[in-house]
């Protein structure tokens, strides 16, 4: 039997990553430190030497009896020198990763996959894509694939879910079956998950300052071999004399320059290493817990073990990013030290529970070789968009049906993916009918997409929005009223996933644009001068994704005491999402209340209709707290839903917001 992880708690291993961050960067700040002390011995020992001490360093040595190499002013200079340098350099690298994991694809050659392809390879990863996204509850990454790479690796990169890109090589595209594929997209996912991302690319942003160290080393150097030609062109013996003196100084700076960089690298790369490879178990294990295969990841390692080109990657900058890669993407010296990953065969054996038969796993890989497609072109999802709305949606009770969802189960789903997710994944995708699903591949359709979402049931209401979207032209409330009728087969569970994909091709308009858009979407709402739990949340849902700043807010609260009011305001909408009733939205209050005793929520005060313009804001300030805080307020919303018993859509879509909101991942509900 294979091992698998542990049901992680995602709000402890999320505010554990951010110690982990802030050891790394205490590990760097040593580096920087001895850096800069071995480039200011070189500076003082060809400078400082030659000039008596000055008044202050007498002072110094006078009063505290520091030795007469200590040269405060010198050594101000050099350590501000040397952090101006690192840190510009730092802050060059990570601005060019300011788009996320889409830059950092882009770095290594990534060609996106747009989502109307029809290539089959292609169709198939974007598949498994759209259903893991779907079954973890984060935004549909973008996918790319490093077409001139054979060697068979993937990697995922971004700061947050929201900016995640999956990449894939061309290699583990036509090496793989689906299963193989499928576990390594989610290894992939793990990462995503588990909070390894952002840390990621700050390792290589402070990575690249440390080797600007060296880069300037070279430039400095360079010039000492000027500075020396002009030299030789002095008449007077005592001028070529400073001037070789000098240029001698200013290479033995460079040299010094480029040995400590390239030191200072070397340790980074050591660090970088050991941090790799315990993620790597950890994403390893959570694969298979998620897909509860072993055989498909240990199929994909296999093959990566016997193919000609293993995992390697030729692009130049891999070794920038080495430690993203599924498998080890440049060759090491010294593997013990300096590779990113562990063993493929220890690997192996930790995902099968049992010791590596390499005779075993030569012949797997010869009976397997060349089946990447036959099992499965388009899989299951891509052939289901023309099934009955009927058929999908006994698929998704029957992916359920084994999964038991209570109250206390909630907290411990966010960020865990189970076997019954992918396939209520799987489903939810189903039912998306194919022209609903192909108008989100392109901006303009998923505007209209959008728009569709909110036309109201009631004929002459959507009578009248359709009216409004004539402004912006009569194909366009032609095509919105196509689409409401299209969607109206689809399972109304899969609404927040078809919001998701739709809002992944806007991202890249310009803030403008997306600005009137969320307008209008509001404008629609406004028409009939009510609005709906399920119209908050995808007008919350489309403002959250396109309007948000590229840096999540800092974490202002780490406990839960300075949010009461708000904590309040988002019970009480989760009291009012399930009935119109006052009585019972008390009960269901209540039920959430006794979760947070310290808060003193008072049952009694919940009678009053929730104000949603009060509510987005309880949701940005809570979005501010501590994981660990956002994990017991996720926790009291699971309770007040679950009070009697019945989860309904808006309950589901309310619950799931929230955890947008707030970074959690939530496996979608299979609501009532």
């Given at each position: 039997?294979?091992?698998t992880?542990?049901?992680?708690?995602?709000f402890?291993?999320?505010?554990?990553?951010r110690?982990?961050?802030?050891?790394?960067?205490l590990?760097?700040?040593v580096?920087?430190v001895?850096?800069?002390?071995?480039?200011?011995?070189?500076?003082?020992?060809g400078l400082v030497w030659?000039f008596?001490?000055?008044?202050?360093?007498?002072?110094l040595m006078?009063?505290?009896?520091?030795?007469?190499?200590?040269?405060?002013?010198?050594l101000?200079?050099?350590?501000?020198?040397?952090l101006a340098?690192?840190?510009?350099?730092s802050?060059?690298r990570?601005?060019?990763l300011?788009q996320?994991?889409?830059?950092?694809?882009?770095?290594?050659g990534?060609?996106p996959v747009?989502?109307?392809?029809?290539?089959?390879h292609?169709?198939r990863?974007?598949?498994i894509?759209?259903?893991?996204a779907?079954?973890?509850?984060v935004?549909m990454?973008?996918?790319?694939?490093?077409e001139?790479e054979?060697?068979?690796?993937a990697?995922?990169?971004?700061y947050?879910?929201?900016?995640?890109a999956?990449?894939?090589t061309?290699?583990?595209?036509?090496?793989?079956?689906r299963?193989?594929?499928q576990?390594?997209?989610?290894?992939?996912f793990?990462?995503i998950?588990?909070?390894d991302?952002?840390?990621?690319?700050?390792?290589?942003g402070?990575?690249f300052?440390?080797?600007?160290?060296a880069l300037l080393?070279?430039?400095?150097?360079?010039?000492s071999?000027?500075?020396s030609r002009?030299?030789t062109?002095?008449d007077?013996?005592?001028g070529?004399l400073?001037?070789?003196?000098a240029?001698?100084?200013?290479?033995?700076?460079?040299l010094?320059?480029?040995v400590?960089?390239?030191?200072?690298?070397?340790m980074?790369?050591i660090?970088?290493?050991?941090?790799?490879?315990?993620?790597?178990?950890l994403?390893?294990a959570?694969?298979?817990q998620?897909?509860?295969?072993?055989?498909?990841?240990a199929g994909?390692?296999?093959?990566?073990?016997h193919?000609?080109?293993?995992?390697l990657i030729?692009?130049?900058?891999?070794e920038?990013?080495s430690?993203?890669?599924?498998?080890?993407?440049?060759k090491s010296?010294?593997?013990s030290?300096?590779?990113?990953?562990?063993?493929l065969?220890?690997?192996?054996?930790r995902?099968?529970?049992?010791?590596y038969?390499?005779?075993?796993a030569?012949e797997?890989?010869?009976?397997h070789?060349?089946?990447?497609v036959?099992?499965d072109?388009l899989?299951?999802?891509a052939?289901?968009h023309?099934?009955?709305g009927?058929a999908?949606?006994?698929?998704?009770?029957?992916?359920v049906a084994?999964?038991?969802?209570?109250a206390?189960s909630?907290?411990?789903?966010?960020?865990?993916l189970?076997?019954?997710d992918l396939?209520?994944?799987a489903?939810?995708?189903a039912t998306?009918p194919?022209?609903?699903?192909?108008?989100s591949s392109y901006?303009?359709?998923?505007?209209?997409l959008?728009?569709?979402l909110?036309?109201?049931?009631?004929?002459?209401?959507?009578?009248?929005?359709?009216r409004?979207?004539?402004?912006?032209g009569?194909s366009v409330?032609?095509?919105a009223?196509a689409?409401f009728?299209a969607?109206a087969k689809?399972?109304?569970?899969?609404?927040i996933s078809?919001?998701?994909?739709?809002?992944?091709?806007?991202?890249?308009?310009p803030?403008?644009?997306k600005?009137a858009?969320?307008?209008?979407?509001r404008?629609?709402?406004d028409?009939?001068?009510r609005?709906?739990f399920?119209?908050?949340?995808?007008h919350w849902l489309a403002r959250?994704?396109?309007l948000?700043?590229?840096e999540?807010?800092p974490?202002?609260?780490?406990?839960?005491k300075?949010?009461?009011?708000?904590?309040r305001?988002?019970?009480?909408?989760?009291?009012f999402?399930?009935?119109?009733?006052a009585?019972?939205a008390r009960?269901?209050?209540?039920?959430?209340?006794?979760?947070l005793?310290?808060?003193d929520?008072?049952p009694?005060?919940?009678?009053?209709q929730?104000?949603?313009?009060r509510?987005?804001?309880a949701?940005?300030?809570v979005g501010c707290?501590t994981?660990?805080?956002?994990?017991?307020?996720i926790?009291?919303?699971?309770?007040?839903?679950?009070?009697d018993r019945v989860?309904?859509?808006?309950?589901s879509?309310?619950i799931?917001?929230?955890?947008?909101?707030?970074?959690?991942?939530?496996?979608p509900?299979?609501?009532?």
């Open positions: 039997m294979a091992k992880a542990p049901v992680m708690n995602f402890e291993h999320q505010d554990r990553a110690r982990k961050t802030g050891r790394l960067i590990l760097f700040v580096t920087y001895l850096m800069t002390a071995a480039v200011y011995v070189v500076v003082y020992a030659k008596p001490p000055s008044p202050f360093q007498q002072r006078h009063d505290y009896g520091l030795p007469v190499w200590i040269a405060p002013e010198m101000g200079i050099v350590a501000g020198s040397m340098v690192v840190a510009i350099a802050l060059v990570v601005g060019t300011r996320g994991g889409s830059a950092v694809a882009k770095i290594l990534g060609t747009p989502p109307e392809t029809r290539d089959p292609k169709r990863l974007l598949n894509v759209e259903e893991m779907i079954a973890s509850g935004p990454p973008q996918v790319f694939v490093l001139s054979n060697g068979i690796n990697f995922a990169a971004g947050e879910p929201a900016d995640a999956v990449t894939v061309r290699g583990a595209l036509v090496n793989l079956n299963e193989e594929l576990g390594v997209i989610a290894h992939e793990s990462h998950l588990n909070g991302m952002r840390l990621n690319i700050r390792l290589m402070v990575l300052g440390i080797l600007a160290i080393g070279r430039l400095v150097t360079r010039f071999f000027d500075a002009i030299s062109r002095v007077d013996a005592r070529k400073a001037g070789a003196g240029s001698l100084f200013v290479f033995v700076l460079g010094t320059l480029i400590v960089g390239y030191i200072g690298v070397l980074g790369r660090i970088k290493a050991a941090v790799s490879r315990q993620r790597e178990f994403a390893d959570s694969a298979v998620f897909t509860r295969n072993p055989d498909g990841l994909a390692l296999r093959k990566i073990m193919a000609p080109s293993g995992s030729g692009n130049v900058e891999a920038e990013v430690h993203m890669f599924f498998g080890q993407g440049v010296f010294l593997p030290i300096f590779s990113t990953h562990p063993p065969a220890e690997r192996i054996a995902i099968e529970g049992r010791p038969d390499a005779k075993a030569a797997d890989a010869r009976l070789a060349g089946s990447a036959r099992d072109a899989g299951f999802a052939q289901a023309d099934e009955p009927a999908v949606s006994r698929a998704i009770h029957e992916a084994p999964m038991r969802v209570d206390a909630v907290k411990t789903r966010v960020g865990n189970g076997l019954a396939g209520i994944g489903a939810i995708r998306i194919r022209e609903v699903h192909d108008s901006p303009a359709g998923s505007k209209i959008l728009a569709a909110l036309l109201d049931a009631d004929e002459s209401q959507r009578e009248n929005q359709l409004l979207l004539a402004m912006q009569e409330a032609r095509t009223d689409v009728n969607m689809m399972d109304p569970r899969a609404r078809v919001a998701e994909l739709a809002l992944r091709a806007l991202n890249k308009l803030y403008e644009e600005q858009l969320v307008d209008r979407l404008a629609l709402i028409m009939d001068g609005v709906t399920s119209e908050f949340c995808l959250h994704r396109l948000r700043l590229d999540p807010p974490v202002h609260d780490r406990r839960l300075p949010l009461r009011d708000d904590v305001a988002v019970l009480l909408a989760l009291a999402a399930g009935t119109d009733s009585d019972a009960d269901a209050y209540a039920n959430g209340a006794a979760r005793p310290e808060l929520l008072a009694e005060d919940a009678i009053e929730p104000d949603f313009g509510l987005e804001t949701m940005e300030r707290a994981f660990a805080v956002r994990g017991q307020v926790d009291a919303a699971a309770h007040v839903i679950f009070a989860v309904t859509i808006a309950e879509d309310m799931r917001a929230l955890a947008i909101a707030w970074d959690c991942p939530l496996p509900f299979v609501a009532e």
